[in-house]
Structures are given as structure tokens and as C-alpha cells.
């Protein structure tokens, strides 16, 4: 017997054990009832989905993006800071400050701090008083926006 026949033996016993292995997938397969099949397929798609959804909302991982929140003399302030990676204490960026309409909160600004962010600003997008996360303690009629802008600013100054 010379080498090519022990090469052929080999590849024969290796598509036999690969075509055996197959079949017993299959069977496994086979041995799931359809809703089962159904449930294991929308796990998939969520966790490929939920991956896709972290990658858009750090831009690729170019923007680091931080729940914060912060006290104030009126109360507590929380939102979301949005940073591109390479900004530092060494390599300052501009800032900006984004809020949001009446009845919302932090989350809708997040296209805004995203698409900033890649553009090289620090964004601050933040609850105003009485929304979402934050807080006031000394509550009256619409004065909170102008508060809640300043107190924020004052945040990214400071």
C-alpha cells in the first residue's frame, strides 16, 4: 500500500465521520418542536440585534457615552454626557449643552450627542427638573427651564 491509499483511507473515514456527525445535527434539529425552533431564532435575532443597537448608540465606539448626574442648590440634575474617545484633560473639546421639549427626557437628544460627539464636541444632554432622573426641590411654575439650562451649563463649566 502506498501513500495515496492511506490518503484516500483517510478522507473516506473522514467524510464518513463528518456525514455521521451531520446526520445526528440533523436529527437533534428535527427532534425540536417548531415553536421551540421559533423561540431559539428571535433569541438570535434579539442578542445580533441589541449588539447592532450598542454599536450605533457609541458610534462604533468612537464616543463614550456616561450617565451622569450632579447636585445642584435647586435640586439634582441627570443625563447623559457624550465624549468622543481621544478628548481628555490633556485634549479639551467644546462643549455643548442640549435639552429636551417639555413632556421628554435625556434619551431624546441622544441623535443630537451621538452625531456632535463623532464631530469632536463634548456633549452634555440632560433631564430637566421634574424629568426623567432629575429632581427639584423648590418647585414653581415654568422657571425650571431657565434653572435647569443654567445649573447645567454651570456643570460643564465648572
Same mark, same amino acid.
Given at each position: 500500500?502506498?501513500?495515496? =491509499?492511506? =490518503?484516500?483511507?483517510?478522507?473516506? !473515514? ?8 451531520? @446526520?445526528?445535527?440533523? &436529527?437533534?434539529? @428535527?427532534?425540536? &418542536?417548531?415553536?421551540? @425552533? !421559533?423561540?431559539?431564532?428571535?433569541? %438570535?435575532? %434579539? ?8 454599536? %450605533?448608540? #457609541?458610534?462604533?465606539? &468612537?464616543?463614550?457615552?456616561? @450617565?451622569?448626574?450632579? +447636585?445642584?442648590?435647586? /435640586?439634582?440634575?441627570? /443625563? ?10 490633556? #485634549? ?12 421628554? #427626557?435625556?434619551?431624546?437628544? +441622544? ?5 456632535? &460627539? ?13 424629568? /426623567?432622573?432629575?429632581? !427639584? ?8 427651564? %431657565? #434653572? ?11
Amino acid at each position: 500500500m502506498g501513500p495515496g =491509499c492511506f =490518503c484516500l483511507r483517510f478522507f473516506i !473515514w473522514f467524510d464518513n465521520s463528518f456525514l455521521f456527525k451531520q @446526520k445526528k445535527e440533523e &436529527s437533534i434539529l @428535527k427532534s425540536l &418542536s417548531k415553536p421551540l @425552533k !421559533w423561540l431559539i431564532v428571535l433569541f %438570535v435575532v %434579539v442578542v445580533v440585534s441589541s449588539f447592532a443597537a450598542t454599536l %450605533v448608540q #457609541n458610534s462604533f465606539f &468612537s464616543v463614550d457615552v456616561d @450617565k451622569v448626574s450632579f +447636585e445642584t442648590e435647586r /435640586g439634582e440634575l441627570s /443625563g447623559y454626557l457624550y465624549r468622543p474617545r481621544d478628548v481628555d484633560a490633556d #485634549n479639551p473639546a467644546p462643549a455643548i449643552v442640549t435639552t429636551h421639549g417639555y413632556l421628554n #427626557n435625556a434619551e431624546m437628544q +441622544e441623535i443630537a450627542g451621538i452625531e456632535l &460627539s463623532r464631530r469632536g464636541y463634548v456633549v452634555l444632554a440632560f433631564d430637566m427638573y421634574d424629568h /426623567g432622573d432629575s429632581t !427639584w426641590e423648590t418647585p414653581s411654575a415654568f422657571s425650571f427651564y %431657565v #434653572n435647569a439650562v443654567y445649573d447645567a451649563v454651570q456643570y460643564m463649566y465648572d
